[in-house]
Structures are given as C-alpha cells and as structure tokens.
C-alpha cells in the first residue's frame, strides 16, 4: 500500500484549494494572479492547535506582460517563526490554462527573546491552473521548486507539490477539496483542506480547513477577506 499511495495521492489531489474563476493574491497556486481582472487587497489568518499564521497580499491585473503581486506572510509552528516575503507573476497562456511563479525571500527562526536565525533562503513556487469546463478547474502546484540557501542556512529546504479541483456551484459560491504534501516528505504539514468561497460584487470571503489524516488535533482553520478595485 505504501508503494502506490504516492500516486494515490497525485489523484485525490487533483483537489485543492483552486483559485478557479475568483483570482486570489495569497494562493498557494501562484498562477492563480494570472486571473486578476481588477486590482486586489487581501488579508488572511490562520489558527490551530499550536499554530498561527497572517498574511496580506496586493495584486494588479495583465497589463501586457503577465499580472503582478506582492505580499508577506508570517506563520508560528511549534516554536518555529517563519517569514516569507514573495512577488509573483503569471499569466494566462488562453482562456483553458494559466501559469505561474513566485519568488520568495524565506527566513525561518525559532521563537523567543535572542534567537538566531536557523535559515535564510531565496526560493521560488510553481504552479498551471486548467479549465476542462468553465465550471471546473484543476491545478498543480510546486513550492521551493529552486531555492539558494543564504549565509550558509543549515537546513535544506523540501519541495512540497500539491494539487487540487475547484467547483463553481454559482456565481457566488465555489467549492474546493484537496490534498497537500504529495511526496509524503513533511511529517507536520496538513495532508488535506476543503474550502469554500463566497463571492460579492467587490468582496470575497474565504474558508478553509486543513489537517492530518486521523488526526482531529491537527485541524487548521482559515479565513481571507478579498477587496477588487
């Protein structure tokens, strides 16, 4: 069973988290900015047992040579701060596909008064975004596809790839399920998530929830408000 859950895995995963229709800066799917119409604010935080987790993106849309976004993101985890600083840009190739990359500025740093830094990177994300019906979209993603290690950072960085399905029910309301962690290398990260997106005429509201399999105490919760412009 071990043997195949890798590729198990690559088909429940085509479910996670999809950016569909409803652009967001902050997905975890960097081609998901090629679909901004408008420029876009977003905040989102998260919290579960033993963790926390904020961030704030802005975005333009595709002047001519692919749209544009920058934003940071903050996360505690066991102790563990970390802290991204990103700008991505992507672009939609036709009306059925949309790539992506995002490139990031990563520390990683334990909590408390005089700690040091345990890592310092440059990194960059991946990710195609696919409509096999306007209703439906389907995405991979990779993150620290290609990364430089900074001040000779002791850790290496492990890619995480994760896909995922987007389901537009209405106008105003998608639906999402997904898997993350592919390759089965991050022991502490959330293997799943659902989601649901409701959508007004400038503003979205995200939700979503994460977690291990089996276990209840992993769960993360997490919401984003959205403001197009």
């Known amino acids: 069973m071990k043997d195949i859950r890798p590729y198990l ?12 229709a ?3 800066v902050l997905d975890s799917n960097p081609a998901s900015v090629g679909e901004l119409s408008r420029h876009q604010v977003s ?3 998260g919290l579960g047992v033993g963790t926390k987790e904020m961030a704030v993106g802005y975005g333009e849309p595709d002047y001519g040579y692919g749209a544009g976004a920058l934003g940071a993101v903050r996360s505690i985890s066991d102790e563990l701060i970390e802290t991204s600083l990103f700008y991505t840009i992507a672009k939609q190739i036709e009306s059925r596909l949309v790539f992506g990359m995002r490139f990031r500025y990563f520390t990683q740093r334990l909590d408390g008064a005089g700690s040091t830094f345990e890592g310092m990177y440059l990194t960059s994300d991946c990710g195609v975004t696919v409509y096999p019906h306007p209703q439906l979209s389907l995405f991979a993603a990779g993150q ?6 900074l001040h000779d950072s002791p850790r290496d960085l492990v890619m995480n790839v994760q896909s995922g399905i987007g389901l ?3 106008d105003n309301l998608s639906i999402s399920f997904g898997m993350n962690d592919l390759l089965n290398r991050l022991l502490h990260t959330q293997k799943w998530a659902v989601g ?8 979205r509201v995200d939700y979503s929830l994460a977690g291990l ?11 984003g408000l959205t403001w197009n412009f």
């Open 9 to 20: 895995c690559i088909v429940l995963m085509l479910c996670l988290f999809s950016s569909g």
């Open 22 to 24: 409803y652009a967001n």
């Open 43 to 45: 905040i989102a935080g």
């Open 144 to 149: 620290n596809v290609f990364y430089y290690s």
């Open 168 to 170: 537009h029910v209405a």
């Open 196 to 203: 649901v997106r409701m959508t007004g005429k400038n503003i």
């Open 213 to 223: 399999f089996g276990e209840i105490q992993s769960l993360k919760h997490q919401i």
